[in-house]
């Protein structure tokens, strides 16, 4: 069943300059998809794609220029959490006040008031007003009310950080009972674990527009090589060019089964006037990095290739990528970078625990 569906949906506003002429700017372009009951759909790309535009859009706080836009009611928006929040109300009025503006009503609010109360983990401020809370507190309070909403529809965006780690824990739990129960949600993080273990689809974003359509590992490796394939570009003969990853057999590898990676390197030095190194960064996808390589300085300006061989290379399991950089090799600052195509190191991996750790190690156990 359609939760949500946006047809040629685009989004302009109207920007105002001091000593220009004002000019549109198209937030959003020609917008097309659907949530059913119980996906979670992550919204990803870089600052100003679009994306806190789309949940906008779809939370009614702002309308469309252009296509139409349908949604199941009720929503609950979770675009800044506590923003509906009166200073001056207490914690106990306010979750009345909120709670009613998504749809919980006065029997459903009472009902449900304790446990919101101890999901926030106020139940000794409940009765001071907000002014005096602190910002955690507020989040906090915002996102207990949302999450305990009848709402079909959730957005979120990017409030996923509130609390401690043990919070924090609390509303994953939250959040994946709410997908089990076949709340749509629609979540822009630019945390990628979120992207990668709790959404089910992803749409990239790339100046207002989808560039693609898939899956959450899918879309975040793109976004890597959208990523850094702008970076460094504007500077004429500073580039890395495309980075290739063998195995130790110099065959092209998409899984890497052994410890041995040979990288082949494409780079244009010939704009960089000053001693400048090579940096080669093994990193994971969840943006842990294992291992980094680097050259001695170079003082040949010219465009080559490099090649990089790595030895005994024991990662454990997960998806990674060779990040490349050019670097003032006095300063360090970065001049250029690229990434290559993931590889996969397979093996188990058991989402509850996360990675268990950054690399293989050989090890027994003896009991007494």
């Avoid at 506003?13 to 059913?36: G, K, S, V």
């Avoid at 029997?107 to 401020?125: C, G, K, P, Y």
């Avoid at 079909?152 to 009972?177: H, N, W």
């Amino acid at each position: 069943m359609i939760q949500m569906r946006f047809e040629n949906v685009s989004k302009k506003y109207r920007q105002r300059h001091a000593n220009e002429a004002d000019a549109d700017l198209w937030a959003l372009r020609d917008i097309n998809f659907e949530c059913e009951a119980g996906e979670v759909l992550g919204l990803v790309g870089r600052n100003g794609c679009g994306k806190s535009t789309l949940l906008k859009l779809a939370a009614g706080v702002t309308t469309p220029t252009t296509g139409a836009i349908y949604t199941v009611k009720p929503i609950a928006p979770m675009l800044e959490l506590g923003a509906g929040f009166h200073p001056d109300l207490t914690g106990r009025d306010n979750i009345r006040l909120n709670g009613s503006l998504l749809g919980l009503g006065r029997r459903m609010s009472t009902s449900l008031f304790d446990e919101i109360v101890a999901f926030a983990e106020l139940e000794q401020h409940v009765d001071t007003p907000v002014k005096h809370y602190s910002s955690g507190m507020t989040a906090r309070l915002g996102f207990a009310v949302a999450v305990h909403s009848p709402a079909r529809l959730l957005l979120v965006d990017e409030v996923l950080s509130v609390g401690d780690k043990l919070f924090q824990q609390k509303c994953l739990a939250r959040m994946q009972y709410l997908r089990d129960q076949g709340t749509t949600i629609v979540l822009v993080s630019h945390d990628d674990w979120w992207i990668r273990n709790f959404c089910t689809r992803a749409l990239l974003f790339e100046a207002g527009c989808i560039v693609s359509d898939t899956t959450p590992d899918e879309a975040l490796s793109q976004y890597d090589l959208h990523l850094y394939k702008a970076f460094g570009a504007n500077q004429q003969g500073v580039s890395v060019g495309k980075v290739e990853v063998f195995d130790g057999e110099d065959r092209p590898i998409s899984e890497l089964h052994g410890t041995s990676v040979r990288a082949r390197i494409a780079f244009d030095a010939s704009g960089i006037a000053l001693p400048y190194q090579i940096v080669v960064r093994v990193r994971r996808q969840d943006g842990v990095y294992t291992a980094m390589c680097i050259t001695e300085a170079l003082d040949t300006h010219s465009a080559g290739k490099a090649v990089l061989e790595i030895d005994n290379l024991s990662l454990v399991v997960g998806r990674y990528v060779l990040e490349v950089s050019l670097e003032d090799a006095k300063t360090h600052i970065v001049l250029a970078t690229q990434v290559s195509e993931t590889f996969l190191v397979p093996g188990y991996f058991d989402v509850r625990r996360g990675y268990h750790g950054i690399i293989q190690v050989q090890s027994r156990w003896h009991f007494d």
